[in-house]
């Protein structure tokens, strides 16, 4: 340590270079280059700066500040298709979209860890809610009233984020599945009616034939016994 501190006192270059050296690396890490559609918003010893970073070349005193970025621009939000069983009971497929935005940037960034996953998971469980609430006639003819509520519900629950729905749409139908239900329950109801039926045409035939014989056998005698009654005349 002593020779290396003897080396940069009879070599002032060495020193000059080292103090450069660390200024451009404290200069890189402070320079943040802030869009047109970000914010940045300033972490300082960890606590929140009220005041955001405009979009452009913006210095950060690092390592005491830390920046965030936060878009600004309307976010889409594809919600996987859910299986609903609506109020008439029964079973659809609800494909949604969700467009939001980021209006308040502290609150998106201090009040939930990932917002664009809340969202989406909020977004599920109300589409279950909401859709499961009307009939098959309902949302298919009204789609203008169940997006509306949607959207409602939606960005309630999500200002505290500081999230703003700007549009939700969602379109339903039928499931697959539900009616291939139906339709095997069907054929199975008349296989087993068909079967029905003919078990009880086969117990009853013996019956029947016995029947049939019994009278053949007995018109046949009675016919006989005419022809007696007749010659003996």
Same mark, same amino acid.
């Given at each position: 340590m002593s020779r290396v501190q003897e080396e940069m006192d009879g070599n002032p270059f060495v020193a000059g270079a080292l103090v450069v050296g660390?200024?451009?690396?404290?200069?890189?890490?402070?320079?943040?280059?802030?869009?047109?559609?970000?914010?940045?918003?300033?972490?300082r010893l960890g606590r929140l700066n009220p005041d955001a970073k405009n979009a452009g070349l913006r210095l950060v005193l690092w390592p005491i500040e830390d920046a965030v970025r936060i878009p600004l621009r309307?976010?889409?939000?594809?919600?996987?298709?859910?299986?609903?069983?609506?109020?008439?009971?029964?079973?659809?497929?609800?494909?949604? !979209?969700?467009?939001?935005r980021v209006v308040r940037r502290q609150? +998106? @960034?201090?009040?939930?860890?990932?917002?664009?996953?809340?969202?989406?998971?909020?977004?599920?469980?109300?589409?279950?809610?909401?859709?499961g609430q009307f009939e098959l006639d309902e949302i298919l003819s009204q789609r203008d009233k169940v997006n509306a509520k949607l959207q409602i519900i939606l960005d309630t629950d999500t200002e505290p984020w500081g999230i703003k729905v700007c549009q939700s749409r969602g379109e339903a139908r039928r499931s697959r599945s539900a009616s291939a239900w139906l339709c095997n329950g069907a054929a199975a109801s008349a296989a087993g009616s068909r079967a029905c039926f003919t078990s009880t045409l086969e117990t009853l035939?013996?019956? !029947?034939r016995y029947r049939?014989?019994?009278?053949?056998?007995? +018109? @046949?005698?009675?016919s006989r016994c005419e022809r007696i009654s007749s010659s003996s005349n």
């Open positions: 660390l200024g451009l690396i404290w200069f890189w890490n402070s320079i943040y280059i802030i869009k047109e559609w970000e914010r940045g918003v300033v972490l309307i976010e889409t939000l594809d919600v996987p298709p859910q299986d609903i069983i609506t109020r008439d009971n029964v079973s659809v497929k609800v494909n949604a !979209v969700c467009y939001f609150p +998106a @960034l201090s009040q939930v860890q990932n917002y664009t996953y809340a969202t989406s998971q909020l977004a599920q469980t109300t589409i279950r809610s909401v859709v035939m013996p019956k !029947v049939f014989e019994y009278d053949c056998s007995l +018109a @046949l005698t009675l």
